[in-house]
């Protein structure tokens, strides 16, 4: 009886996991897509790089996905068990609470090592795609800019008009302005014309920088006629950061990388990393006496409250983490006083649902 008990609820699980996932990593998928298209048609993106950008920021998402999907799949799952009759029907058959729950705690061990590869492996890398996308999108806006219109970029801040493209895929006759507020929040405008705009790589570094040849640059407050004019022969703006840099980042560093850093910003990273995992096996023991609701209950009556607790939980573990960083924790205590916490209140209502703290204060009546 134990392995067919084992078998059902393991496959109704994974059907409710693989539903809950599927929606989640639908709907990230789907707003992903809609802000990148956005950045697309503001011309602040190639067009042909949005839905490799979309795809690796649901790769990043998982971290919040995978988490959430087990803790709504074992309410759910429990929740019809309880409303159909089916939890009692197995208790009393003889079948055990350490027996009804194997299945879950199976499917949550599968899903934290794979929420684990996911944000220790996969995440990283996925950022770093993301980074060279970015930098290859920055060069690759000079070659989609469409010339005899004028375009705009940084939320409307910059303005950039080409009159024609030569045969060398230069743009001729350009005139950008720019602007934005100085440190006294007074706004400041910058102008600059030039007969030409090219890309120039620096092959060691992939420093990528937009030069324009034989121009004017005019800075200067509007309403105001102090401008500072300059007359250059070359003109350089960097696009796109050199490689070094933008490995520098700890969101795009290995897993290995961080633990051998003594910065306190890698440790808050890691230990990021390594709460996704942990956090869906303490969520799965929390979800098993909290999934159990009165027969004649609805199915999503403990849903809310999950759901709550989950934010909670979550947003705990960013706080910690962000306190790390800042070094105002010690990376030894770090997050874990977040998940022993969690733990503790996920032991001890266990402990409640199997009538252990009634049977102790029977027996200190007793004595």
Avoid at 3 to 19: A, Q
Avoid at 87 to 100: E, I, K, P, Y
């Amino acid at each position: 009886m134990p392995s067919v008990v084992f078998r059902v609820l393991l496959g109704e699980l994974t059907r409710t996991w693989l539903v809950v996932t599927g929606v989640l990593v639908f709907l990230t998928l789907g707003l992903g897509f809609a802000r990148y298209i956005a950045d697309a048609a503001a011309g602040e993106l190639p067009v042909d790089t949005v839905l490799a950008l979309a795809a690796f920021k649901v790769v990043e998402n998982l971290e919040i996905v995978m988490p959430i999907s087990m803790l709504l799949a074992v309410l759910l799952t429990l929740g019809r068990l309880c409303r159909d009759n089916e939890m009692a029907a197995l208790l009393a058959g003889g079948a055990s609470l350490q027996t009804v729950y194997r299945p879950f705690f199976a499917l949550a061990f599968a899903v934290a090592l794979l929420a684990g590869a996911a944000s220790i492996v996969a995440a990283p890398q996925a950022e770093r795609a993301m980074k060279e996308i970015g930098a290859a999108g920055a060069t690759a806006l000079l070659r989609t800019l469409s010339p005899g219109r004028f375009q705009t970029f940084l939320d409307g801040e910059a303005v950039f008009y080409a009159a024609s493209r030569d045969d060398d895929n230069n743009l001729r006759n350009v005139f950008i302005r720019v602007q934005r507020k100085d440190n006294q929040n007074r706004p400041t405008q910058t102008v600059v014309t030039a007969d030409r705009a090219r890309e120039q790589t620096d092959p060691e570094t992939g420093r990528v920088t937009l030069v324009l040849d034989n121009g004017w640059r005019y800075e200067g407050y509007p309403g105001r006629a102090d401008y500072r004019t300059i007359k250059f022969a070359e003109h350089g703006v960097q696009l796109a950061p050199a490689r070094a840099e933008a490995s520098s980042d700890v969101e795009a560093q290995g897993f290995m990388q961080l633990l051998a850093s003594d910065d306190p910003e890698a440790a808050a990273e890691w230990q990021t990393r390594v709460s996704v995992p942990l956090s869906i096996l303490i969520l799965t023991l929390l979800a098993l006496p909290l999934g159990r609701v009165p027969p004649r209950s609805g199915r999503y009556g403990r849903v809310i409250a999950g759901i709550l607790f989950y934010v909670i939980y979550v947003n705990a573990v960013h706080l910690a983490s962000t306190a790390v960083e800042d070094g105002r924790l010690p990376p030894a205590i770090g997050v874990w006083w977040v998940h022993a916490l969690v733990l503790v209140i996920a032991v001890a209502l266990v402990m409640r649902e199997q009538g252990v703290f009634t049977r102790l204060r029977g027996a200190g009546r007793a004595s």
